[in-house]
């Protein structure tokens, strides 16, 4: 009886080591390879969730702003500098004398003439006159005025700007205007400065110098 016993007492205490020995070998493995350290690799390893397209969007969106201003500032750049190059109406440039005489192609005369008055309680001295048309006086120094306000020369100006501005303020087509003579007192020039043009004189001009190159091609 006693030897049935301590069997017993033994097989109970080898179950009891070889559990506390499976025990340990799981403690070991699970120190050795812990569940929470893989997860932790698996989502350092995971790829961040880009969309390169939204990105690529918005950057050239924003590159596309860029230009605009920058279009923008040039624009408003030129649009300055023009302003600044544009010349100055006749009458905001306090001439002392200004005097135009045109021929139309139909033989028609016109002169426009118009001198400052001196005071201020005196009337400037204007006359229009062309074609049964007669203005003097209070009337004609509105009129000039108000067709000098609108051409816009110097003395710098040539004869072909001149002539264009002629037909756009007075009223006339370049094409029927056969000659014009125009005299403009600036004050800051010395001298009255002098512009004349005849439609025909350049017609010879150009005919000749066209003759001139057909003679040295054939020769």
């Keep these: ?32 390879n812990p569940a929470g350290e893989n997860n932790q690799n698996e989502e350092v390893n995971e790829e961040p969730d880009v969309n390169l397209a939204e ?16 279009d923008n500032g040039m624009n408003t750049d030129n649009e ?12 905001d440039q306090d001439v002392q004398d200004f005097n135009l005489d045109v021929t139309l192609v139909d033989d028609t005369e016109w002169n426009f003439s118009y001198t400052p008055a001196e005071n201020e309680d005196e009337q400037p001295d204007a006359a ?9 006086g209070e009337e004609g120094a509105e009129e000039m005025e108000a067709y000098l306000s609108d051409f816009n020369i110097d003395a710098a100006s040539d004869e072909q700007e001149i002539l264009s501005e002629i037909a756009d303020t007075f009223d006339f087509s370049e094409e029927d205007i056969s000659s014009y003579d125009l005299t403009i007192d600036f004050p800051e020039q010395d001298n009255a400065v ?14 000749n110098a066209e003759m001139n190159n057909d003679t040295e091609n054939n020769g």
């Design 128 to 136: 229009i006159s062309g074609d049964d048309l007669d203005l003097e």
């Design 55 to 70: 990105d690529n969007e918005e950057n050239n969106e924003e590159t596309d702003d860029l230009n605009a201003d920058n």
């Design 194 to 207: 002098e512009w004349s043009w005849d439609e025909e004189e350049e017609n010879g001009a150009e005919n």
């Design 80 to 91: 300055e500098m023009n302003e600044e190059e544009e010349t100055e109406a006749v009458l």
């Design 1 to 32: 009886m006693k030897k049935f016993t301590i069997s017993i007492t033994t097989t109970a205490a080898v179950l009891a080591l070889a559990a506390c020995g499976n025990g340990a070998d799981e403690g070991n493995n699970t120190g050795n």
